[in-house]
C-alpha cells in the first residue's frame, strides 16, 4: 500500500543580487587614489631629481609601492548593499553594530579595527520540511511536508548567537513536524490541516525566536 502524502505549502525559491555597483565605485576609487598617488610621485620624484638623482629614482620606486597598495586598501572599505540585506560589524572581536541598507565603510585598519561578521537576507525565505515514514497516533506510516516561510527579524542573534541559522531553524521545523505529527491520528492529520499549519507555527515561531528569525506562515 502506498504511503499516503500529505502537503501543508507550496516551495518558493529566493534569486541572488549581483552587486554591480559596488564594483563599480570600488573601481573608481581604486583608479582615482592610485592617479593622485602617481601624480605626486612623479612631481615629488622630479624635485628629488633636482636635489640628487638616486634621491628621485628611491622616491620614484617607492612611491609607485604605495601607488599600487594603498588605492586597494582604501577601495576594498567601500560597501554597497541592497534594500534587503544587513551587515553585522565587529570591532575589535566584539559587536559594534548592524549596517545597511546603502553605502557605508568598514574600515579594518587602525584605529576603527572594523570587521564583517555576516551578511544577512531580511526577505521572507521558503524552506520544505519533510516527515518521511513517520508514525500517526494510530500507527499509520504517512509522509508529510510542509513549506515554512520566515525571515531574519534580528541580525545580530542570527549572526552570533547561532552558528547557522538556516539550518538551525530547519533542525527545529523538521522536529516540530515529527512530533506534531506521532501525535496526531490519519483523519485528524487529514481533516485538520489548517489547525496543524498554526500549531507548527507557533512551536517553529519559537525556536526560531532564539536565533534572531520570526516564522510567517508554515
Known sequence: MATPQVVLGREATTTENLYGVQRVLRSLIWFGIFIILGI???VISIAGTMIHAGLGIGVLM???IFSLII???VSRTLY???EFQR???LKMGKFAGVRGPGRFWVIPYPPFYESVAMTLDLRVQTRVITAAQTLTKDNVPVGCEAVVFWRVEDPETAALEVA???EAVFQAANSALKDTVGTMELTDLLGEREMISTKLKHIIDTAAANFGVDVSSV
Open 164 to 166: 547557522n541559522y538556516r
Open 71 to 73: 588605492p586597494g586598501m
Open 87 to 89: 551587515v553585522v560589524i
Open 40 to 42: 605626486l610621485t612623479v
Open 80 to 82: 554597497v548593499i541592497p
Open 62 to 64: 617607492v612611491g609607485g
